[in-house]
């Protein structure tokens, strides 16, 4: 588990260079809102993780959305 929460800081970065590349030509609302369900799908997985698998998945969502 501790490796898999090292994917989130690349996939942070990851995120918030995608994000950078298209937030002026979006809806700033709907934005944060796609933001806020990345991590709430994050979490979830997390939560009901039965493999390494998912839970190296919610890491790397999770980082994507706290990059933002």
């Known amino acids: 588990p501790s490796a898999a929460a090292g994917f989130g800081t690349p ?17 700033r609302r709907l934005a944060t809102g796609g933001n806020f369900a990345v991590q709430i799908c994050a979490l979830a997985i997390l939560i009901a993780a039965p493999s390494p698998t998912l839970v190296l998945a919610g890491c790397v969502l999770f980082g994507l959305g706290v990059g933002n």
Do not use: E
Not at 11 to 27: E, H, K, Q, S, Y
């Open 11 to 27: 996939a942070a970065v990851a995120g918030r260079l995608g994000t950078g590349m298209v937030i002026d030509r979006v809806d």
